[in-house]
């Protein structure tokens, strides 16, 4: 399936495998065909496979895939853990569109552990304007239902990305300046969702070489839930 958004970012051709449906048998002629066929323009794949498929990367490796990523799945129901007040000097609100460049500096500057920053083969300044893109779209309306800020003594150093799904929120991006880490204020913007959205279930994705995040969420009283292998493909 051709990723027109991410085309745009990458500067190249973008493709998503979807795996469902997966035919090991027919694969790699189909495969062989699909990148002849593209033989004279550069292009990107990226794909994302539960890790319990070992034939699955396998067969991707075998197609020169590079494994880049282990993306993990938590879960939390219910009302969160070890929940603390604010410091005085930070304060959680709903996004306006005021915030649109600050959130976007954020996303741009303070992201390392994406699949995008962690492939070697794309670099540093398009893995970062691609952040600052995804942000983006949110204000334009484009991508995401609700953002939350989090400011300390009035300036945005943090944002919060939701996607809501009926009883279900979806933190789809997270990010807090550089500075400001430390200070309690990604605990403080999930505690703020959960104070002020209805919710059964609220689902996050991290990488596993994500520490910090992992051991946030851990502390938080999220779950483990799944993992994935994300691969990548360049011509």
């Known amino acids: 399936m051709k990723d027109e958004w991410m085309t745009k970012q990458i500067g190249k051709l973008v493709y998503k495998l979807n ?8 694969f790699h002629l189909d495969w062989d065909n699909f990148i002849k066929d593209r033989s004279k323009k550069p292009f990107f794949v990226y794909t994302k496979i539960s890790t319990n498929y070992v034939e699955f990367w396998q067969c991707l490796e ?10 993990l799945q938590f879960e939390l129901k219910g009302m969160i853990s070890n929940k603390k007040s ?31 920053h962690l492939d070697p083969l794309i670099e540093n300044k398009i893995a970062n304007q691609l952040k600052l893109n995804w942000v983006k779209n949110y ?46 204020v990604a605990s403080g913007m ?29 502390k938080l009283g999220f779950v483990l839930t799944g993992s994935d292998y994300v691969f990548h493909y360049h011509s």
């Open 19 to 26: 795996v469902n449906g997966f035919e090991f048998q027919k």
């Open 62 to 71: 075998k197609a020169n895939f590079m494994l880049i990523d282990t993306n």
């Open 86 to 116: 604010l410091k005085k000097d930070v304060k959680i609100i709903i996004a306006n569109e005021s915030h649109k460049e600050s959130a976007s500096l954020i996303a741009y500057n303070n992201f390392i552990y994406s699949r995008f």
């Open 139 to 184: 204000f334009l309306g484009k991508r995401g239902d609700a953002m939350v800020i989090a400011l300390i003594n009035g300036q945005p150093v943090g944002f919060l990305q939701l996607i809501i799904n009926k009883q279900e929120l979806i933190i789809d991006l997270i990010g807090v300046d550089k500075e400001a880490q430390g200070n309690g």
């Open 190 to 218: 999930i505690q703020f969702i959960t104070e002020n959205f209805r919710y059964r279930f609220i689902r996050v994705g991290t990488q596993v070489s994500n520490i910090p995040s992992i051991k946030l969420y851990q």
